[in-house]
């Protein structure tokens, strides 16, 4: 009875693969973190269900989990099902090399998106990533234009060691060892809005004066602001105000404070790569090579920063992510 | 034979009180400016208390709130529980969703997802409660399911990542009422400490929270519901969550599932060892809990006010509490009474030569 029931299983699963591939669409496996784990996974997610959809000529299986082993075993299975591509978010940079290979092997072309993986770049096609080095330069560079008289800079990070703060901290640090700006106080936030509230009202308390604001993303922004507010002190755009508040990420919710005036500046951290990896992908099946691709054979997105004097209704529906 | 002294309430409070007074010295020795408290005015125009102590009392609410529901847990089932983060985010959610589910933001809308969010967070207490009191399982074992699926459930409540919402009302909740210069989660914290003041004079619920903790079946023997004392704790507890994670939520107008109150558990367990109750079980002195959640907050703000490097801010605070723990420890504190015993001892025999 149980081989039975096993024999019929195989036939359906053999009867599926075979409808799957009978009607020519592209085969993707997309393995991803899940979209709960920030605004940033959330919108991410949102993207890559838009475009790679049934309409636009894909069949597509989806893997999320923040955990390497389990992507990893995730991929291995997509293998195995025969896609012809897969879409990696790892979770993790190392343990990949053995799986890609796999993949080589089996004829299953990679695409990297959002993070890389430590391994030779023969084995993928191609990675779409942030620079999150450029997006500290980038807010670091819109800063220096206000050619404010002096910078007295209060720097709250993000977890310390993640690519996000190791970039976004680059561009500030450079300036502060080349005596340009001054370190008012430089801690980490954990990315907590609570964390940077309490750490902006020990600065306030101890009565140092500062005029800038840069925190490695929005919560922590938020949390800053809270504390300025509690205390009487005046910030944004508005004639007069006392400090430049300046956040990452671009949630809609804040660049809604920057067109509203509250803050200063707030820098994108793209997760649109879903048109490019599908512009490659189209690349690829009609047998022509992909072009842009620097020596780590990466794409980079391109990445704004807006300024409150400047941003739009529409800039915050295109640009802003969650709701 | 002497009488063996036993220990009162006061003895027991004498470690975080120490502590607490540590901390207030080398921070005036440090800064003498450390604890001076401004009237100024805020952005609203509203006048508000600022300073370094008012940080202090502000941060700590949600521990303290939370510390004061653990306290209950640890003395009537003997152990932790470990959800209280997750279960505070889930509550904030629920808080969020009903004042952006409504046309406008009042004192109606206000009350309404209070009360919503209260009766989910006791419904969650009740749940792992159940598991704790009925089926006997480990209270860590049993709160570490809602440890770990719980800022997903916030996550679903929330229906995306970090919902906002916009009103002076909840602005006030998390921060100073007009004309209040002290902030709402303070007097949120006394109110909910009064509460329990009250039920502990003219109930006997602390007396049969530390009878079931202390020996279950003499309780039971004595006519006192142990099951639904233990199931009691744990949803008074819930309870506590719902309100601290309305603050955690007002303060900001804001719910991250995944950075709301991270980690607080630990904070709050911790709180209640400073405060030098025992998490075995048993007699228990909430106040000691809420003086230990001080404690913790007073640390954190001294090492933001001295500038310690961020990487190095938890092996400090770690430091520390290896040292009041030591400190709190019985053998500790045996080693301590045996000495001041001999003393008093050689005295006496001095005194009779």
Redesign the interface.
């Known amino acids: 009875m149980k081989k039975f029931v096993a024999l019929i299983l195989i036939l359906a699963l053999g009867l599926c693969a075979s409808l799957a591939v009978a009607d020519g669409a592209v085969r993707l496996g997309i393995i991803n973190n899940p979209p ?4 940033y ?2 919108a991410n997610v949102a993207d890559f269900a838009r475009v790679f959809s049934a309409e636009n000529g894909y069949e597509v299986m989806t893997y999320y989990s923040l955990k390497n082993d389990e992507q990893i075993s995730a991929a291995q299975g997509f293998i195995t099902d025969g896609v012809d591509y897969l879409l990696i978010s790892a979770a993790d940079t190392t343990g990949w090399d053995e799986t890609l290979t796999q993949a080589q092997e089996a004829g299953v072309r990679v695409f990297l998106f959002d993070r890389m993986i430590d391994c030779d770049p023969s084995l993928y096609e191609a990675a779409v990533v942030s620079d999150m080095a450029t997006e500290g330069i980038t807010a670091v560079t819109w800063l220096k234009s206000l050619e404010l008289p002096e910078y007295k800079v209060v720097h709250i ?1 993000g977890v ?1 060691g993640t690519d996000a703060q190791r970039g976004r901290t680059a561009a500030l640090d450079a300036e502060f060892a080349a005596g340009t700006m001054t370190k008012v ?4 936030g ?5 964390e940077a ?3 902006v ?2 600065v ?4 140092e004066s500062f005029n800038v604001i840069y925190a490695e993303n929005d ?1 922590m922004a ?2 800053a602001v ?1 504390a ?7 910030h944004g755009t508005a004639e007069g105000a006392q400090v430049v508040v300046m956040g990452f990420d671009c ?1 809609k ?1 804040a660049l809604r404070e920057l067109l509203a005036g509250n803050w200063n500046y707030d820098g994108q951290c793209s997760p649109f790569q879903a048109d490019v990896i599908d512009g490659m992908i189209k690349n690829l099946e009609a047998g022509t090579a992909l072009e842009g691709l620097n020596e780590a054979k990466q794409i980079i997105s391109v990445e704004k920063g807006f300024d409150a004097r400047t941003i739009t209704e529409e800039d915050i529906n295109a640009y802003g ?3 | 034979m002497k009488k063996q002294k036993r220990p009162t309430g006061l003895t027991q409070l004498l470690v975080p009180l120490i502590a607490l007074l540590l901390l207030v010295l080398f921070n005036l020795i440090r ?1 003498p ?1 450390f604890f001076s408290v401004e009237m ?5 125009g509203d006048p ?1 208390l ?3 102590l008012i ?1 202090i009392l502000n ?1 700590a609410s949600e521990m303290a709130i939370l510390a004061m529901g653990m306290t209950l847990v640890t003395a009537a089932s003997g152990g932790q529980d470990i959800s209280v983060g997750a279960l505070s985010t889930i509550a904030a959610s629920m808080f969020i969703k009903v004042l952006r589910g409504g046309a406008s933001i009042n004192a109606g809308t206000l009350l309404l997802g209070f009360l919503l969010s209260c009766l989910v967070a006791m419904a969650f207490g009740a749940f792992n409660g159940t598991l704790v009191a009925v089926f006997r399982i480990q209270p860590m074992i049993a709160t570490l399911i809602l440890y770990t699926c719980g ?2 459930i916030a ?1 679903w409540i929330n229906g ?5 919402v916009n009103s002076p009302l909840v602005s006030a909740l998390g ?2 009422i007009p004309g209040i210069p002290i902030p709402t989660p303070v007097l949120i914290v006394l109110g909910v400490g009064l509460l329990f003041a009250l039920a502990f004079r003219f109930t006997s619920l602390g007396l049969y929270m530390q009878t079931v903790g202390i020996n279950q079946g003499a309780a039971r023997l004595n006519g006192i519901n142990a099951v639904g004392m233990k199931l009691l704790a744990f949803i008074l507890l819930g309870a506590c969550c719902s309100v601290s994670g309305i603050i ?1 939520a007002s ?2 107008s ?1 719910v ?7 980690d607080i558990e630990m904070d709050a367990i911790l709180a209640v060892a400073i405060g030098g109750n025992s998490l075995g079980g048993g007699k228990f002195r909430m106040t000691g809990s809420i003086i230990g959640a001080y404690v913790i907050q007073a640390l ?2 001294t090492l ?2 001295m ?1 310690v ?3 190095d ?1 938890k092996a400090y605070k770690a430091l520390v509490i290896i040292l009041l723990v030591v400190i709190a420890s019985p053998v500790v504190k045996q080693k301590v009474a045996h000495l001041v015993g001999k003393m008093r001892s050689n005295a006496v025999g001095k005194e009779a030569a």
């Open positions: 709960s784990e920030s605004g996974r959330a990070q310390m106080v430089q801690q980490t954990n990315w907590s809005a609570d509230k309490l750490i009202e020990a306030i308390n101890s009565g919560d938020r949390g809270a300025l507010d509690d205390a009487g002190i005046t949630n919710w992510l969650g709701e | 800064d400016s100024t005015a805020n952005n609203n508000v600022t300073g370094n940080s941060g800022r997903s996550y995306g990542a970090s919902p906002t921060g100073f955690g303060r900001l804001m991250n599932h995944e950075q709301l109150m991270l954190t703000t933001y006010a500038k490097a961020s990487t801010i």
